[in-house]
């Protein structure tokens, strides 16, 4: 006789590192997660931005040490390894998201780099705003920022000032307004 393993809602609050689990995935059912190591400096590495409908877990990295912070409120259903023949469309998605940051990651130039990020942002977690562009709904930190494209937090800080001198980015409150028609239009007026 069989036994299916049955999937079980979890519920992690802001700033909770999710256990490491043997044999199980997580679903993203809302909320937002990053990965991350760290190199031999101690220097934060961020490997990932996950939300609704991703998968995340240690079973899918190689890194270590892999820890999964929780950026916001999260639910998760847990996935045994039994299921995870019927998510193959979320771990194509995961790794297409993982190439992305990581050519972000690797830009030498860091402008670009948090041009591409800020625009993949705006994508994935934008929504329409009443003013010209797409508010970022994602609350980050400059730090968090540099963590993601391999750079520091004054460097962030600097290129965001001059993005909103320059018209391209506005604030509202701690989030981030993206004033650009498109991704690309912004690229080509840099």
């Known amino acids: 006789m069989i036994y299916l393993a049955k999937a079980t809602g979890l519920t992690y609050k802001r700033r909770e590192m999710l256990p490491r689990r043997t044999n199980y995935l997580w679903k993203i059912e809302s909320g937002v997660v990053r990965s991350l ?6 220097q934060v590495i961020c490997s990932g931005l996950w939300a609704e409908g991703d998968l995340i877990g ?19 259903t847990e996935i045994p390894r039994s299921q995870w023949g019927d998510y193959v469309e979320s771990i194509i ?37 009443h ?21 520091t937090r004054v ?7 001059d993005l909103e001198k320059m018209g391209f980015l506005s604030r509202k409150g701690r989030k981030l307004r993206f ?6 239009q912004w690229h080509y007026e840099i």
């Open 93 to 129: 998605r995961r790794n297409q998201t993982s190439e992305f940051l990581l050519k972000i990651a690797h830009s030498r130039a860091k402008d670009e780099a948090l041009r591409l990020l800020l625009g993949w942002l705006t994508e994935r977690f934008g929504e329409e705003d």
């Open 37 to 42: 190591t760290w190199n031999e400096d101690g």
């Open 131 to 151: 003013r010209l562009g797409k508010l970022i709904t994602l609350q980050l930190t400059h730090q968090e920022l540099a963590e993601l494209i391999g750079s």
């Open 179 to 184: 004033l650009a028609e498109s991704n690309e």
């Open 155 to 161: 460097t962030v800080t600097r290129i965001i000032n």
């Open 58 to 76: 240690s079973e899918l990295s190689q890194l270590f040490p892999y820890e999964m912070e929780c950026l916001t409120d999260v639910q998760l």
